[in-house]
């Protein structure tokens, strides 16, 4: 519970002989988490199976076409591994084979589709130089190339001086001018001998010649020539459709081969490369890795079993400097907080994992702040709500843990009396309520009888005397909160450094912030005359916790002293936050939504409205800000003063529905 | 009634200030791990938890005034 799921670390030494049948044995118990073998002078690294690269090769192809046929892998794979396909049944033949007829029918297609897309293109240019023409009401034949006759075409900025200019040059022309969309189009034809001057003159009209290469030899009207060739085109578009259509249908049969054929390549091909991660001598290959201590006596006798008994298996002793993987283990309703160390880091191996202690503490934290009946519950149908909507693994967690949260809401809604800001209701309601068994009293406020829900607390006024202060009772609570939290966490502290760096040093790097706050505690009452001791015994303690710190710790320790004081009054937001939140509910309900209601008629409906409107938005802010200070006063007041981090998940090679699922 | 006015402005002080500060901390926090998440999506947690380390000087301030106006009561 208090610690990641324990190790065993063992190191395997195999004949090469047997190294692959002890993979595959390795990959479907799916326990070992392997730690990499760094080259040594004594032991190089393995090599990857012969079988490799040619995996690896089938493996590309499957990918390319996939990608092709743009089907989604990731889903479909942990869907097709978990419920029906066995995919390990299927062998490597069958699939080179698929993968081979499949690329072949792709390419084939493929080129039926490029040639046809060529013939439409060809088509489309043709389209557009007739499309110029059209406009010039000439028969095709025209524009074909003349022995004595020049000819222009193309498009001009039109001034009706053209014509004049021509007619200067010869009257031997023909010119004809036309709108074209935008642009004016002109076609003029004239002896060959004028070419020159006639090339000088239409420039000074910004002539761009057009091609029109394509339709000589053509014969017949443009709009005739090209009403018939959109015809054509848009067959020639059916035919790639179908083509197209014919590609979706094979994507469609092969799918379920494709996926179950890729996903047992890409366990082949993580097999035939895990030898890299041995260490290995002529004969010999050494493997070292951790099993859960749970799983050990099954690994070791499935290894002799496919060693037939040679493989050597020696335990090996975790020491400090392993990094041994981390598994956080927990019972179904605690799990969900492993967020929270995913968020921020895992606990190393040997660390305490505060998972099910941040089980109470996170919602108790969340609850003191938002706590409020009516808030609980919706916010706990709105969680309850998008975890059917949301699927990820992760933010399911988050969900769970803030229905955790909800439910200390609704619990802490009836300790301090609250629903939705209300903490009373008038006469009428309050009696007919009253009336039906539930245990509501009258009291007078301001000359009117009002019905009080019970409380333990009164969140809002609750009042203690502290040192001839009046402080909010919820302050001061949030501040013992504080206290025990914090030295929860140094306990904490305490016990890892006791298991990484020995009594000595845990005792004076964290036993001395307890005593130097019970030194500090003693040394308050007993100056405000609480208790009845000299002052110089608190006095006393606080210095020699002082000396033990700069034993423990050092000048650091020393400097963090005031640090300490400011955590434990970080906790002072439990209560603060908890003010915010049911201060803006009061005054929604009775600052602006109160005045419409007592006015009655028309007026009741807005003030409906705006206390919907105004509740949502308070719970909006209910849920992110205790989330956010909750999170924080975890993170920053509680695991400073244990938590290390910086563990490896563990992540054991093989098949296992565990790890797959994590991996989404 | 005038010492009840000079009171709530001070709470209103006290709050408010502390609440400009805490913006001003988190607002170059935030943009920076902003920038850190966008080469590093792992960083998310721990750029949220220094984001929201300032958020202490507001709650300190949010409990000053409530101490402030506990005063004004007394």
Sequence with gaps: MLYSQRMVKLRIYVHKKYVKTLIDKLHSLGVLHIEEHKKTDDLDIGESMIAGNEIAEQLVAIRSIIDYFKLDTKLNISNLTIHNVNYQKQSFSDIKNGIKRIQQLISSLENKKQDLQKIIENKREVLEQLDILTSLYLDLESYQSYKTLSMFVGFID?????????????????????????????????????????????????????????????????????????????????????????????????????????????????????????????????????????????????????????????????????????????????????????????????????????????????????????????????????????????????????????????????????????????????????????????????????????????????????????????????????????????????????????????????????????????????????????????????????????????????????????????????????????????????????????KGGVYILLGVVILIMGHAVNIALGVIGPFLHSLRLHYVEYFTKFFHGGGIPYAPFGVNEKSIKKAN | MAEAGLIAIGAALAFGLSAIAAGIAEKQIGAAAIGAMAEKEELFGKGLILTVIPESIVIFGLVVAILIIGMAAA
């Design chain 1, 158 to 598: 039109y001034d009706p001086k053209i014509r004049n200019d021509m007619a200067e040059l010869t009257s031997q022309h023909k010119l004809h001018i036309s709108q074209n969309g935008k642009r004016q189009v002109m076609a003029l034809f004239l002896p060959r001998k004028y070419e020159l001057q006639a090339e000088e003159i239409l420039k000074t009209y910004n002539f761009s010649p057009a091609a029109i290469d394509k339709v000589q030899g053509m014969k017949g009207s443009p709009l005739g020539a090209s009403n018939k060739l959109k015809a054509e085109e848009a067959f020639l578009n059916q035919e790639k459709e179908a083509i197209d259509a014919e590609l979706q249908k094979h994507a469609r049969q092969n799918k379920q081969f494709l996926l179950t054929s890729y996903k047992y390549l890409e366990t082949e091909s993580k097999k035939a490369m895990l030898p890299l991660h041995f260490g290995q001598t002529k004969h010999i290959n050494i493997l070292t890795g951790y099993v859960p201590k749970e799983s050990l006596e099954n690994t070791i006798s499935s290894i002799n079993n496919v060693s037939k008994n040679s493989a050597y298996i020696e335990q090996v002793e975790i020491t400090q400097k392993d990094k041994v993987p981390v598994n956080l283990k927990h019972s179904r309703l605690v799990t969900p907080f492993e967020f929270f160390l995913n968020l921020y880091s895992l606990p190393k191996y040997k660390e305490i994992d505060p998972t099910s202690l941040i089980f109470f503490t996170f919602p108790l934290f969340f609850g003191i702040m938002l706590g409020d009946v009516v808030y609980g519950i919706i916010t706990l149908l709105l969680f309850r709500f998008l975890k059917t909507k949301i699927n990820s693994p992760n933010a399911n967690k988050l969900l769970s843990v803030m229905m955790f949260a909800s439910l200390a809401t609704i619990a802490f809604g009836f300790v301090f009396g609250e629903y939705m800001g209300f903490e009373s209701v008038n006469e009428e309601i309050g009696y007919s309520l009253k009336s039906i068994g539930l245990p509501l009293h009258a009291v007078m406020h301001e000359g009117n009888t009002v019905y009080e829900f019970p409380r333990l607390l009164n969140r809002l006024h609750g009042e203690m005397e502290l040192f001839g202060y009046s402080i909010n009772t919820v302050l001061i609570i949030g501040a013992i909160i504080g206290f025990i939290h914090i030295n929860l966490g140094l306990l904490m502290g305490f016990l890892n450094e006791l298991s990484s760096h020995g009594f000595k040093h845990a005792f004076f790097a964290k036993i001395s912030w307890i005593v130097l706050q019970l030194g500090a505690v003693l040394l308050i009452s007993s100056l405000q005359g609480a208790v009845n001791l000299h002052w110089g015994v608190g006095a006393g303690i606080l210095a020699l916790s002082v000396i033990m710190l700069f034993i423990g710790e050092g000048i650091i320790g020393l400097i963090e002293i005031p640090g300490l004081l400011s955590n434990i009054l970080s906790y002072l937001r439990l209560g603060a936050v908890a003010l915010a939140s049911v201060g803006l509910a009061v005054v929604i309900n009775e600052q602006l939504a109160g005045p419409f209601l007592h």
